[in-house]
């Protein structure tokens, strides 16, 4: 017996979000990606609509420890997040796109500014 709900297949970083013609959103896995244009049933509005709109969702997935969180649209939260738990902890994060990383943050790639780095004024 799966983990899961039956019917749903579990594949992280390959989430995507719907938007359906009436503005509501609905994530779907790659496997089951509607295609445009599509019927779909919208729970919010309780009838079919029609997908507009396909784009993948936002995911922090740090390299050391279990952390990740699912931003959805949000791409400033996301970058945010990453940065944040990069710094506290030290640790290297990712920002995936569809299951693409799009972003790191982290003790591999953060560079340290000096004194000696910023420009001082011509005056």
């Known amino acids: 017996m799966s983990r899961y709900k039956q019917g749903a297949v579990h594949i992280?970083?390959?989430t995507h979000m719907v938007?359906?013609?009436?503005?509501?959103t609905l994530t779907f896995n790659?496997?089951?990606l509607p295609h445009a244009w599509d019927e779909l049933y919208c729970h919010r509005c309780r009838d079919m609509r029609?997908?507009?709109a396909l784009q993948g969702e936002y995911h922090v997935k740090c390299?050391?420890?279990r952390y990740g969180r699912r931003c959805g649209a949000?791409?400033?939260s996301a970058e945010t997040i990453a940065?944040?738990?990069a710094r506290e902890k030290r640790h290297t994060v990712d920002v995936r796109l569809g299951g693409k990383v799009k972003w790191t943050s982290g003790k591999d790639n953060v560079s340290q500014l000096t004194i000696d780095d910023?420009?001082?004024p011509p005056f």
Do not use: F
Request: net charge neutral.
């Open 19 to 24: 938007l359906l013609t009436c503005g509501h």
């Open 74 to 76: 949000a791409k400033v």
């Open 83 to 85: 940065g944040k738990h």
């Open 50 to 52: 029609a997908v507009e």
């Open 118 to 120: 910023l420009e001082t």
């Open 63 to 65: 390299r050391d420890c």
């Open 30 to 32: 790659r496997a089951h």
């Open 12 to 14: 992280h970083g390959d």
